[in-house]
């Protein structure tokens, strides 16, 4: 064990995040607005029998703290919420946000408990947070509780992402509490008690648009202000001294962070599945994952959250241009500190070429395609019209066309013949009639055209073709079988897929099986494709 590991009681906090701005004086936990203050102290509810079901040792080594320590009973009583330790100060933050489009005013962490900042020996600052860990006084009339099914979907995707190379707020340990917590899945009446979880997650920061947003409707201009000193000095320190000049420089880089962000998604298929302006973090983070799922038919209309089934406001094409509606929505909230409206729209109109920009580059390199040619963007547009007229498995489709060789002349070669290398990325070979086919091989030929142009070997095209295109995601029903087992008692599955999502872009050839497409009796089954904001 390296020297610097800490144990858990050497664990250095400086809790600025309290220490800088106002508390909520009522120091009772009961439901209520709370004005004047960004945050109300809270301590969680301890649990009755907590079991540690898995924990993230590189997370628990981002904190220095040594693996030895996560094993330790004291480890599991207080990240299951039981104990606080020394320098630990817990509060929940007040926010507020847009659901689905519409204000919806004082939300607040409603069952995340935050512990305290933890400072490590390389002076990083990571914030640790418990999910499900009882009421705070943001919970409205919900339980503060988190079910195992949910937490355990939170805990593997937020590492997946990470070891994607995807902004994201990281796990560190997952617990069942030992008691049941009521839920309702479908919405349909059918509730039924679940074992009940708490995460713990880290990362830099966990502010959201809402925080700002709260402030501004409320018209207290003096704490948003504070408020967003605070983060400047904190978390963009780079940027100097707030002012109003670097109000706006920091809001150019929450555009450009988000842009990045919204790429990321694009590029690897993630459907967050809530993109409520209070689940959007000024880090440029991926947070608060609930109903998201993973693309398996390349589909831009689909998303996988039942409760937004209707609107299908945050399908997966649909992700870019809500981000810019959420910056819109922060830029509203900082509009009275910078008392004009171009520049911050201008910084919106940044967002737009950020991403464009991203995205094409993005895309490029998903298909192999080395320099920037006129006719790349065509080709891109039409692979993204053909891709959906016919169930395609996004991660499958772009790890096959890695594999294209480039040698043989696509003139000389049959529809049949182009199409042949991508056939297991297809759910129903009988969907693929002749129009289909005709068009596929139209643009496999100007596509093979295009790489046989390069000067790149098959084998090194493919090499970075692989490195962005994973091979390996959370699919739906993976994360499912996960649940399944782990509410049997058996959480193997968890530290399996944990260890395959460490190594997504690799071939894993002992672990074929979970790059395979989804199984059809997951096609509807709730959990899978199927989604609730219930966890
Ligand atoms: P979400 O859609 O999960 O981001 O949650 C939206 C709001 O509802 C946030 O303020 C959450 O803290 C709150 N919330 C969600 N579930 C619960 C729960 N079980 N208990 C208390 N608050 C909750
Ligand atoms: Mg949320």
Redo the contacts with the bound molecule.
């Keep these: 064990m390296p020297a610097a590991l800490k144990k858990l009681e050497q664990l250095h906090f400086d809790n600025s995040f309290v220490n800088s701005l106002p508390a909520d004086p009522e120091s009772e936990n009961f439901p209520r607005q709370v004005f004047s203050a960004c945050y109300s102290r809270v301590v969680p509810t301890p649990v009755s029998n907590p079991q540690l079901l898995a924990c993230v040792s590189e997370v628990a080594e981002l904190l220095d703290l040594s693996a030895l320590s996560c094993e330790s009973e004291l480890f599991t009583q207080t990240f299951s919420g039981n104990h606080l330790l020394p320098g630990m100060d817990a509060y929940a933050s007040c926010y507020g946000g847009h659901q689905f489009g519409h204000w919806a005013g004082q ?6 408990i935050n512990l305290g900042e933890v400072i490590n020996a390389k002076g990083e600052r990571w914030s640790l947070q418990l999910k499900g860990a009882g ?1 705070t006084p ?3 009339n ?5 079910v195992l099914r949910s937490s355990l979907r939170e805990f593997l995707c937020s590492e997946a992402m990470f070891h994607l190379g995807v902004p994201t707020t990281r796990a560190l340990s997952l617990i069942t509490t030992g008691e049941r917590v009521d839920r309702d899945i479908l919405y349909n009446g059918n509730g039924a008690p679940e074992p009940g979880a708490v995460l713990c997650r880290v990362a830099p920061g966990f502010i959201r648009f809402g925080n700002f947003q709260l402030l501004a409707s409320r018209a207290d201009l003096g704490l948003l202000k504070a408020l967003l000193d605070y983060t400047i000095r904190t978390d963009f320190p780079h940027l100097g001294e707030p002012s109003t000049p670097v109000y706006l420089a920091w809001f150019e880089e929450v555009c450009r962070s988000t842009a990045e962000l919204m790429v990321h998604w694009m590029r690897v298929g993630f459907v967050h599945g ?1 993109m ?1 302006t ?2 959007m973090s000024v880090l440029g983070l991926t947070i ?1 994952y ?1 109903p998201y799922g993973w693309l398996e038919g390349y589909d831009p209309g689909w998303t996988p959250n039942i409760t937004d089934a209707e609107m299908k406001r945050y399908r997966y094409g649909n992700q870019p241009q809500i981000a810019s509606w959420n910056l819109a929505r922060l830029a509203d909230a900082l509009l009275p500190l910078i008392e004009s409206i171009e520049p911050l729209q201008q910084a919106i109109s940044s967002y737009a070429a950020t991403y464009e920009k991203g995205w094409r580059v993005m895309m490029r390199s998903k298909l192999g395609l080395i320099g920037e040619e006129e006719g790349d963007e065509p080709l891109t547009h039409e692979l993204l019209m053909i891709l959906p007229l016919v169930e395609t498995d996004m991660s499958i489709f772009f790890r096959k066309l890695a594999d294209i060789r480039s040698d043989s002349d696509p003139d000389q070669l049959s529809s049949d013949q182009l199409i042949a290398p991508l056939l297991d990325a297809y759910y129903d070979l009988g969907s693929l009639d002749s129009d289909y086919r005709n068009r596929f091989a139209t643009w496999m030929r100007s596509y093979m055209l295009r790489i046989r142009e390069q000067k790149i070997s098959d084998a090194d095209r493919r090499q970075q073709m692989n490195a962005v295109n994973p091979k390996y995601v959370l699919r739906n029903y993976l994360a499912q079988q996960a649940i399944d087992k782990a509410e049997a008692g058996d959480s193997s599955m968890i530290y399996e897929l944990l260890e395959l999502l460490r190594h997504p872009y690799d071939e894993q050839p002992e672990n074929e099986h979970y790059a395979a497409k989804r199984p059809e009796w997951a096609r509807n089954r709730a959990g899978c494709s199927m989604l609730s ?1 219930s ?1």
């Design positions: 939300l607040g962490d409603g069952r995340a009421p943001y919970s409205r919900a339980d503060g509780l988190a809530v409520n209070d689940n608060d609930g904001c966890s």
